[in-house]
């Protein structure tokens, strides 16, 4: 049976705000129904087998239940927050998949993070809104180059065999994508 | 002072889908720690990676998933400690690596790996370049991406500083050359081999691993 509960933004920070302050079981499972499948079709996507991803999933889950305390609000989503936790999963996995000595830095650094100034931090939050407008500026390609852009093991050949063309051309429609997308944007500021 | 040298848009998209090879992010995350225009893209960038998330078809869970992680809620996590620090004067995003020895390339220019070129994995060196000195016209197997620490260093496009980023994906020959006073310290990404022009640099490649 699949369990995937749609549910706002609002709710969702909500509910990692619950985990946080209160340790909130049923506020978890809540949000394990929400982005555990989610988080599942990620890795799947980057090529994890349904096993490795559905481990990674639950993985990204304890994640969020200890660290719930370092969400902020007021600078991203929670959609956000969580992805930048399943991308960082996924980086390590991949490292230890590779490393054959041990690696003794640990996860990921969270190093965006640690810097990001009140500066961004604002802006942030309140271009979430503007940035769900600005793709819907783009044309479908377009959308379809960013998106495979996360969700592809290796974007550029990826999209290159998709949407056949060559290698340089996509290459350059993703960086004339980019700068639209960024005109958007900053348009709309 | 920020950065006048960015890591190009296509970089910084990539850095935020975690799609970069490890030693180019930690070229980028020494830039953006010093940057905060793209510090915000990055994070522009994070979000449209979480609405791709929001969006993705959700994939059922194994039926006692849930039940599963619910009764590891009370487990020790990995200890969250912070990694070690870098020795001085290096920046936070080396925090955890393990900086090798220092080795003579040719007078005045030193090199230190951190993490060694692989079958397809980027290298990543420190490179320390004294007053005055060129790292030596050379050529790239694949990408390349330096990132100044402290120091200058000028090439024909121009003179990076701290936090600047020079990327290149070409065949193009190049040679930095320090200007100022100063040592110039920076950290150095590199797909495949460098192609060093002279001859005598050729030749002790093996010996110095780049
Ligand atoms: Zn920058």
């Not at chain 2, 990132?147 to 496009?157: L, P």
């Not at chain 2, 936090?163 to 193009?172: I, L, T």
């Not at chain 2, 797909?191 to 005598?200: D, I, P, Q, V």
């Amino acid at each position: 049976m699949t369990r995937s509960v749609v549910q706002s933004p609002a709710r969702l920070s909500e509910l990692i705000v619950r985990i946080a302050t209160l340790r909130d079981r049923a506020a978890f499972a809540e949000m394990f129904d929400h982005f555990a499948p989610r988080v599942k079709s990620y890795m799947l996507r980057l090529g994890a087998g349904p096993t490795e991803a559905d481990d990674l999933a639950q993985e990204a889950m304890l994640t969020i239940w200890r660290k719930a305390a370092r969400f902020d609000p007021t600078r991203a989503g929670a959609a956000t927050w969580v992805f930048t936790i399943a991308r960082n999963l996924r980086i390590d996995a991949l490292r230890r998949e590779r490393c054959v000595e041990p690696f003794d830095g640990g996860a990921v650094p969270d190093v965006p993070d640690e810097a990001a100034g009140a500066d961004s931090a604002m802006a942030a939050a309140q271009s979430e809104q503007a940035l769900r407008a600005a793709f819907a500026g783009l044309s479908e390609e377009e959308t379809m180059l960013v998106r495979m852009s996360f969700f592809e093991d290796q974007p550029h050949s990826a999209i290159s065999h998709t949407l056949r063309l060559p290698l340089g051309t996509v290459k350059s429609k993703l960086r004339r994508t980019l700068a639209r997308l960024r005109a958007i944007l900053e348009a709309g500021r | 002072m920020s950065p006048l040298h960015h890591p190009s848009d296509e970089t910084l998209l990539a850095h935020a889908a975690g799609a970069l090879d490890e030693a180019f992010r930690v070229i980028v995350a020494v830039h953006i720690a010093a940057c905060a225009q793209c510090r915000s893209l990055v994070l522009r960038a994070e979000q449209v990676g979480g609405e791709m998330l929001d969006t993705l078809a959700a994939t059922a869970m194994t039926g006692d998933a849930l039940d599963r992680t619910l009764a590891r809620l009370d487990e020790q996590g990995p200890a969250d400690r912070p990694a070690a620090p870098p020795p001085d004067g290096l920046p936070a995003a080396l925090a955890g690596y393990t900086i090798g020895r220092w080795r003579s390339l040719f007078p005045g220019v030193a090199l230190a790996s951190i993490l060694p070129p692989e079958r397809g994995r980027a290298g990543l060196h420190l490179l320390r370049l004294a007053p005055g000195r060129a790292l030596g016209d050379h050529g790239h197997g694949g990408r390349e991406m330096s990132v100044v620490i402290a120091g200058a260093v000028t090439d024909e496009r121009g003179t990076y500083g701290p936090g600047d980023v020079a990327e290149r994906d070409d065949e193009a020959h190049h040679a930095p050359v320090v200007v100022g006073g100063q040592t110039c310290l920076c950290l150095i990404a590199v797909e495949g081999r460098l192609r060093f022009r002279h001859w005598a640099l050729r030749l002790l490649q093996p010996l110095i691993g780049v």
